[in-house]
């Protein structure tokens, strides 16, 4: 199985240093100014989406096939779960906002997500995405959403108030933050086993709370975004 050990007291730390994300769903205007449902619960759950107002000429901002008035389920993990594969290139998300030269977009996403080790049993953070510009290069500006849902892979569906966190990379400047709602719609791929031609993936958007990031994504699984711990 691949992954790296990872210290789970050090792992909380960086996460409240980044400002990691609260994994709950949150209720959003609709068009008609009503809010849509949330489950109540820790993890995110099926909410109404309602419209998105957000949208501009070409398409940035509107919502996925996938994520509709109501989400999709995709095929999505049963007991199997995504350790291995990282494609080389998936270009297929279109995610916009500022930077200091002014807007950028960003076309290739990935996702992991971690695996504790308590003693018996397993538990489950993630997932983390990450969106490059031109191929997955750390040196150049990138994109960081850290984890979102501490649930089993098959409860990630949902939306989640969390902050993008935008990495200038070997570029001049600091790390940038921004609010944002990031919803995951369905899953997409084989969930079911590891097939490095259909590999697993995550469709859904995220709408910028005020000036920052907002898109469609289709997220690759990429196991160098994958994580094990276990305790000392």
């Given amino acids: 199985m691949h992954g790296r ?21 949150v209720p959003l205007a609709t068009e008609s100014g009503a809010t849509a449902g949330s489950t109540g619960s820790g993890s995110a759950g099926s909410v109404s989406s309602g419209e998105n107002t957000s949208t501009t000429a070409d398409g940035f901002g509107q919502l996925t096939t996938a994520c509709g008035e109501s989400q999709g389920g995709g095929d999505g993990p049963t007991a199997w ?39 018996e049993g397993e538990s489950y953070s993630g997932p983390q995405l990450r969106f490059f510009k031109d ?53 997409a791929g084989n969930w079911q086993a590891y097939d490095p031609s259909d590999p697993p993936r995550l469709l859904g958007q995220i709408r910028a709370q005020g000036s920052g990031y907002q898109g469609t994504f289709d997220a690759v699984f990429c196991d160098g975004l994958y994580y ?5």
């Fill in 228 to 232: 094990e711990s276990w305790p000392d």
């Fill in 81 to 119: 779960r995504p350790t291995e594969g990282c494609p080389a290139a998936w270009p297929y998300s279109k995610i916009r906002g500022p930077s200091p030269d002014g807007a950028e977009d960003f076309d290739f996403a990935m996702f992991g997500y971690t695996t504790y080790f308590p003693g």
């Fill in 135 to 187: 191929g997955v290069d750390y040196s150049m500006p990138h994109l960081n959403v850290w984890e979102l849902a501490f649930a089993e892979p098959k409860a990630w569906l949902g939306e989640y108030m969390t902050k993008v966190h935008r990495d200038p990379g070997d570029a001049p400047g600091s790390t940038e933050s921004y609010d944002a709602i990031v919803e995951i719609c369905s899953f």
């Fill in 5 to 25: 050990r990872c210290d789970p007291w050090a792992k909380t730390l960086i996460l409240l240093l980044v400002g990691g994300c609260s994994a709950r769903t």
